[in-house]
T-cell receptor, first 111, second 114 residues
Framework: TQLLEQSPQFLSIQEGENLTVYCNSS?????LQWYRQEPGEGPVLLVT?????EVKKLKRLTFQFGDARKDSSLHITAAQPGDTGLYLC???????????FGQGTTLQVKP | KAGVTQTPRYLIKTRGQQVTLSCSPI?????VSWYQQTPGQGLQFLFE???????NKGNFPGRFSGRQFSNSRSEMNVSTLELGDSALYLC?????????????FGEGSRLTVL
């Protein structure tokens, strides 16, 4: 059973389209992180969201932390081929010290 | 500054053999975590070491073990390899040593078990 459920698992879109990736859990997290992984490389941290309802923007990427601290979303505006990769959400459940990951969303942006 | 270095990058083993993977964290980072990544299961947490002590452990059998040295370098060992152990093994280091801190990943060691 995945503690962090991501949807969709796969997404193939055209350049210029918008998209949203969701990360949901039945557990409460003190914070959630988003990573991006490109082929042949390890994941790289994009952002950490900490406050209930927090919205963070990173150029064309917008991240939101849910009010109940159980979910987060990543919205990409006007996707570009360079956004192609595996997007992973991650969090440390409140009573543990280990960072766990969702299964990831594979995004392909076609020119 | 140098990133996380994992060796070897690729290796092929046969069932029943054992393997040792190495990870050198970013200088000054004392926490090292290991993950197994497969297409079906995604990133699964193996264990975390901090100051030479295993601080957290995932749900993997005892065939998977690790250790950390005084210079923070870490190794993980898998004994009696099974076909299902084929995966990308990722090592990550962090400065804070806490579960929610930023992890810096290496490029991984890709293990193929035949």
């Amino acid at each position: 059973t995945q503690l962090l459920e991501q949807s969709p698992q796969f997404l193939s879109i055209q350049e210029g389209e918008n998209l949203t990736v969701y990360c949901n859990s039945s557990s409460v997290f003190s914070s959630l992180q988003w990573y991006r992984q490109e082929p042949g490389e390890g994941p790289v941290l994009l952002v950490t969201v900490v406050t209930c309802g927090e919205v963070k923007k990173l150029k064309r990427l917008t991240f939101q932390f849910g009010d109940a601290r159980k979910d987060s979303s990543l919205h990409i505006t006007a996707a570009q081929p360079g956004d192609t990769g595996l997007y992973l959400c991650a969090g440390a459940p409140s009573n543990t010290g280990k960072l766990i990951f969702g299964q990831g969303t594979t995004l392909q942006v076609k020119p | 500054k140098a990133g996380v270095t994992q060796t070897p990058r690729y290796l092929i083993k046969t069932r029943g053999q054992q393997v040792t993977l190495s990870c050198s964290p970013i200088s000054g980072h004392r926490s090292v975590s290991w993950y197994q990544q497969t297409p079906g299961q995604g990133l699964q947490f193996l264990f975390e070491y901090f100051s030479e002590t295993q601080r957290n452990k995932g749900n993997f059998p005892g065939r998977f073990s690790g250790r950390q040295f005084s210079n923070s370098r870490s190794e993980m060992n898998v004994s009696t390899l099974e076909l299902g152990d084929s995966a990308l093994y990722l090592c990550a280091s962090s400065l804070a040593g806490k579960g929610a801190g930023e992890l810096f990943f290496g490029e991984g060691s890709r293990l193929t078990v035949l």
